[in-house]
């Protein structure tokens, strides 16, 4: 994926790693990635790949057991690294806001929907009235397909559905009327009718105001569905990068072809669903070759030694694979 001139967010080198029982662990081994301004940018991967501590570090809420933190993260030419909490503190729910995976470990139980939604756009515009923080409230729901909005406010989080539930926080994350808006797998826990009308509901908004968002998500069939690009990452590192069109007719990374056959059955009744064979790498590890070699197919003996590099594949795609260009 070509860099960007003048991406929303540009991330070099990033590395996280964590104070484990059993020692350190590596939960970031050097990431590079740009969002460029008005785009929508996926990161595909297994469970364990990265993906939601790459978003806790953009927005500085990793856990507090990460004790080395290095590399580069510039959000509209702004070094985030170089942020004290109270800077961070202004950026988040302003200029970048999050949509976490699970609604209800997030919303408050005990205020209302109203009081939560009229909180975030109070903070964003602390000089608005209540009735007219109130009437952006409906109006926010009423964008984001929540049908009786004024009743809707006066209902408790646990009242609403779970599509209802994950609605309401993006409606949260747009009053915000943020630049960047980072979506952490906020439609795993949703049936796939509810998900499909999610992702196309956020896509209508992104376009309408034409803010940047990184959506992270272990289903790349649903990431092809409305992202411009996308990020394919396994234990902790980029694999593959660029348009999503391309990258899905063609991957140039075994992992991502490995991801791509388990969205596709092809196989015939009663066969078994295609997986990939074998396990994620230890974190705890730092394997002296390529991290997915135990798993990959063409892997030979110099993956096992060598680390190999991002290297572009075609003009606008990169991978990390030593066998690019191989028959």
């Keep these: 994926m070509k860099a960007p001139s003048n991406p929303m967010l540009s991330i070099r080198g990033l590395q996280v790693q964590a104070s484990g029982s059993k020692g350190t662990v590596h939960m970031l081994r050097g990431i590079d990635l740009d969002v460029a301004r008005g785009r929508i940018v996926g990161v595909v991967g297994e469970s364990g790949s990265g993906k939601s501590t790459l978003a806790s570090a953009v927005i500085g809420l990793l856990p507090s057991n990460a004790r080395r933190i290095s590399g580069e993260i510039r959000f509209a030419g702004r070094d985030l690294m170089s942020l004290?909490?109270?800077e961070?503190?202004?950026l988040r729910g302003d200029r970048i806001a999050m949509i976490f995976q699970d609604p209800m470990t997030?919303?408050?139980?005990?205020?209302?929907?109203?009081?939560?939604l009229i909180d975030v756009i109070r903070r964003k515009s602390p000089r608005?009235?209540?009735?007219?923080a109130r009437a952006q409230a409906e109006t926010m729901l009423t964008r984001v397909g929540i049908p009786d909005p004024a009743s809707r406010l006066r209902s408790y989080p646990h009242q609403l559905s779970g599509g209802m539930r994950q609605r309401v926080m993006i409606a949260m994350a747009l009053a915000t009327d943020a630049e960047l808006i980072l979506a952490d797998e906020p439609t795993t826990a949703l049936d796939a009718t509810v998900e499909v009308q999610i992702v196309t509901?956020?896509?209508e908004l992104q376009r309408e105001l034409s803010g940047s968002v990184l959506f992270i998500s272990h289903h790349l069939g649903l990431l092809a569905e409305f992202c411009d690009d996308v990020?394919?990452?396994y234990g902790g590192m980029v694999m593959e990068t660029g348009p999503m069109d391309e990258v899905i007719a063609d991957p140039s990374h075994p992992y991502t072809k490995a991801l791509l056959a388990c969205e596709i059955d092809d196989a015939p009744h009663g066969k078994p669903l295609p997986t990939i064979p074998g396990t994620l790498p230890s974190p705890r590890e730092e394997p002296g070759g390529c991290l997915f070699a135990p798993r990959c197919p063409r892997a030979t003996e110099a993956c096992f030694q060598i680390k190999p590099e991002m290297?572009?594949?075609?003009?606008?795609?990169a991978a990390r694979c030593l066998r690019i260009g191989d028959d």
């Design 84 to 86: 004290g909490e109270g």
């Design 88 to 90: 961070m503190r202004e």
């Design 106 to 116: 997030v919303l408050n139980p005990v205020f209302t929907i109203g009081t939560q």
């Design 128 to 132: 608005t009235r209540a009735d007219a």
């Design 201 to 203: 509901l956020l896509k």
């Design 231 to 233: 990020v394919v990452m």
């Design 311 to 317: 290297t572009e594949a075609r003009p606008g795609v």
